[in-house]
C-alpha cells in the first residue's frame, strides 16, 4: 500500500526526539507495517466533538497519550492565562476506572502545575458529575476529567469543563483547539514535583452528596422498594451506594461481579447501559431476588440503564425516553403538588429527544428549550437562564439526564436516585414505573422511539459517514417507511423547510451536521453522525393514541411496525 506522503512525514516526527523510546518504537512498528494502522493513527489530529476528546490509545496525533493530552493541556493552560489574566488559576481533575485514566490525570495535572495553576486533583477514581460540582463548589476557573464514557476499553478521552461547571462550548471550544494547535510536543512541560497539585476526595464527596439528597421530594414507598445496582466496573461504586442510602433506600443489592472497577470491563462486551447485554448480570439478580428495579451505570457515571417490572410481572428494559419521560412527568407533579410552579421554571431536552416531554411540560405550564444533542448546551441554557428562570430538570434519550443546577452536566447519581425515588412513588400508589408510562401514554399520547447505530470505523468510515450525510440534502427523500415527508430541518443551514408550501424559517441553535425528517403522521426521524464514536446515528420516533391501557400492546405493535419500515427506508 503506498503510504500519503504527509501521513508519512507526520508519523516519522513521532520517531525522534521529544517523544519517548517507547512512543518512538510503536510509531516506527507502524510505519514499517503501513496501511490502515498507520493512516488511522496519523491522518488528523484530535479533535472536540460533543463529549470533548476522545479516541483509541496509543501513539500518533489521532489517538489519546501523553503528548496529544499534553498538548491539549498546555493549549488550555495557555488560553485560561488569556482569558483570565492576573488571576490565580485553579482547575480540578478526575479520572475514571478506564486503563491508563489514572496516569493521564496525574500527566495533564503535572503539565498544568508546570503552568502554574493550582491543580485539585481527586485522589482516585469519581463520577464525572462530581467534576463538574467541583469546579463550582471550589470556585475553579475550568476542569479536566479523564474518561470515555461508555465506548469500549481501548478508548479514552480528555473532557474540559469552563468555569460554570458545563462542558466547553462556543466561542471557548474552538479556541482552546486554536490554541492547541499552535502547541508542539517539545514545548509540554510536566511538573513531577510540585506543591501546586493538592489531593481532594472525602470533603467534596460529602458536599456533592448532600446536594444530591436535598433534590428528594418524596419518601413515600422508599423502604419497600427492592434494588439491584451495577456500576460495570465504574466510578459510580463511589457513590451510588450512599447516595441511595442518605435517600432512604434500604434493601439495596450490589452486582458483586461487576463492583470491582477495571478498565477492561471483563463482565461485559461493552460498558454501555444502553445495550441490553451490559445488564444481564443485574437483570438475572433482579429475577433470583425480586427485586422491582435495576440500575446500571456506564463507567464514569453520568449515564444510567434500568430495568423495572413490566405489566407481566418481567422485568424488561427501559429506554432513555421512557426514563427521561418518567422522570420529567414525576419532577413536575411534585413540584406541582408542592406550589413551586410560577410560571419561571423551565426542563431542557435535546432534538433527539421523545417529543412527548414537550407535551407533558406543556401540560404543567413550564418550559421546555429542545438544544443540540450533548449535555453542554443544555449547560449553556442553564447559565443564560440562571438569573431570570429556575431549571428543573432535563434529559436526552441516550440514558443521560440531569436534576437541579448544581451539577450541569448529566449525572448518573443524583438521576438515579430521582429515578428510584419515582418508582418508589408509583409503587407506593398501587401501581409501578411500568405503570406510571402507561399512565402517561394514555394522558399525552403513545410515543415510541427506536435507535439504530451504524459503526463505520477509520477514514475511509468517515468519507462514507460524510457521503451519507451529502445524500441526504442533495437527494433527500420523499417519504420514509411508506409516509410522506413533508418537513425538512437541516441543522447545518440552520433551515426548517416546509416541503407542502415550500416556505423556511431558520432554527435557532449553532450549526450541527444533523438532519431531520417529519411525516405527515408526525413521525420524526433524523441522521445524525456521532460526536465521540465512528458511527452514523439513525433516530426513529412514531407516536399514536392509547385510548385504553388494554390497548397498550396492540397499539405498541403497529407503533414498532412502523418503525421498522422506516428502518428499511433509511439505510437502503
Not at 9 to 14: G, L, P
Not at 31 to 58: C, N, P, Q
Not at 256 to 275: H, I, K, L, M, R
Request: proline content about 4%; overall charge negative; glycine content about 8%.
Amino acid at each position: 500500500m503506498t503510504l500519503n506522503p504527509e501521513i508519512l512525514q507526520k508519523a516519522e516526527q513521532w520517531t525522534r526526539e521529544p517523544y519517548d523510546v517507547q512512543t518512538r518504537q510503536e510509531v516506527a512498528g507502524l510505519i514499517r507495517e503501513g496501511g490502515e494502522s498507520l493512516t488511522d493513527a496519523f491522518y488528523k489530529d484530535l479533535d472536540f466533538g460533543t463529549g470533548g476528546l476522545r479516541g483509541v490509545m496509543g501513539a500518533g496525533t489521532n489517538r489519546i497519550n501523553r503528548y496529544t493530552l499534553g498538548m491539549a493541556t498546555q493549549g488550555l493552560a495557555n488560553y485560561l492565562k488569556k482569558q483570565f489574566s492576573g488571576e490565580e488559576l485553579k482547575v480540578a481533575i478526575a479520572h475514571d476506572s478506564r486503563n491508563n485514566s489514572k496516569s493521564f490525570a496525574r500527566q495533564v495535572a503535572e503539565v498544568l502545575a508546570a503552568n502554574q495553576v493550582e491543580v485539585y486533583l481527586f485522589e482516585d477514581l469519581r463520577p464525572t458529575p462530581e467534576l463538574s460540582f467541583t469546579i463550582r463548589h471550589l470556585r475553579c476557573h475550568a476542569g479536566i476529567v479523564i474518561t470515555a464514557s461508555h465506548n469500549p476499553p481501548e478508548y479514552n478521552g480528555y473532557k474540559v469543563y469552563w468555569n460554570d461547571g458545563g462542558q466547553l462550548v462556543p466561542p471557548h471550544d474552538r479556541a482552546v483547539i486554536e490554541e492547541v494547535r499552535k502547541v508542539k510536543a517539545e514545548e509540554v512541560q510536566f511538573d513531577t514535583e510540585t506543591d501546586r497539585i493538592h489531593s481532594i476526595g472525602l470533603d467534596v464527596d460529602n458536599a456533592y452528596l448532600t446536594e444530591v439528597s436535598r433534590l428528594s421530594l418524596c419518601d413515600d414507598g422508599k423502604e419497600d422498594l427492592k434494588i439491584v445496582f451495577t456500576p460495570i466496573h465504574g466510578t459510580s461504586v463511589t457513590l451510588m451506594p450512599a447516595a441511595l442510602k442518605n435517600s432512604g433506600f434500604k434493601n439495596v443489592i450490589l452486582v458483586d461481579e461487576q463492583s470491582t472497577p477495571d478498565g477492561n470491563f471483563p463482565t461485559v462486551q461493552s460498558p454501555n447501559p444502553e445495550e441490553a447485554e451490559a445488564l444481564n448480570l443485574a437483570v438475572n439478580q433482579a429475577r433470583e431476588t425480586q427485586a422491582d428495579l435495576v440500575i446500571g451505570t456506564d463507567p464514569d457515571a453520568d449515564r444510567v440503564g434500568l430495568a423495572v417490572r413490566n405489566l407481566e410481572g418481567e422485568i424488561e428494559l427501559i429506554n432513555g425516553n421512557q426514563a427521561a419521560t418518567a422522570l420529567i412527568y414525576y419532577l413536575l407533579e411534585k413540584w406541582k403538588e408542592q406550589g413551586r410552579i410560577d410560571g419561571r421554571q423551565f426542563v431542557a431536552k435535546t432534538i433527539v429527544t421523545t417529543d412527548l416531554i414537550d407535551k407533558i411540560a406543556a401540560h404543567y405550564g413550564v418550559l421546555c428549550p429542545n438544544v443540540l444533542t450533548g449535555f453542554k448546551w443544555i449547560a449553556e441554557i442553564i447559565r443564560k437562564k440562571e438569573s431570570e428562570s429556575q431549571f428543573i430538570g432535563g434529559g436526552e434519550e441516550s440514558y443521560g439526564y440531569m436534576i437541579g443546577d448544581f451539577v450541569r452536566d448529566k449525572d448518573a447519581i443524583a438521576s438515579g436516585v430521582m429515578l428510584a425515588e419515582t418508582a418508589a412513588w408509583a409503587k407506593s400508589r398501587g401501581s409501578s414505573f411500568y405503570g406510571l408510562l402507561i399512565d402517561i401514554y394514555q394522558q399525552f399520547g403513545f410515543y415510541q422511539e427506536s435507535l439504530v447505530s451504524v459503526t463505520k470505523k477509520g477514514k475511509s468510515g468517515a468519507e462514507e459517514i460524510a457521503a451519507i450525510m451529502e445524500g441526504f440534502r442533495t437527494a433527500p427523500p420523499a417519504e420514509i417507511g411508506g409516509e410522506k415527508v413533508v418537513r425538512r430541518l437541516d441543522y447545518k443551514s440552520q433551515l426548517d423547510r416546509n416541503l407542502e408550501t415550500g416556505s423556511e424559517t431558520s432554527i435557532d441553535l449553532p450549526q450541527s451536521n444533523v438532519i431531520q425528517f417529519i411525516t405527515e403522521k408526525g413521525s420524526k426521524i433524523t441522521a445524525r453522525p456521532s460526536g465521540t464514536e465512528p458511527k452514523i446515528k439513525f433516530y426513529f420516533s412514531v407516536h399514536a393514541e392509547l385510548p385504553d391501557a388494554s390497548d397498550f400492546k396492540s397499539v405498541k405493535s403497529k407503533l414498532e411496525q412502523r418503525i421498522a419500515k422506516m428502518k428499511v427506508s433509511m439505510q437502503s
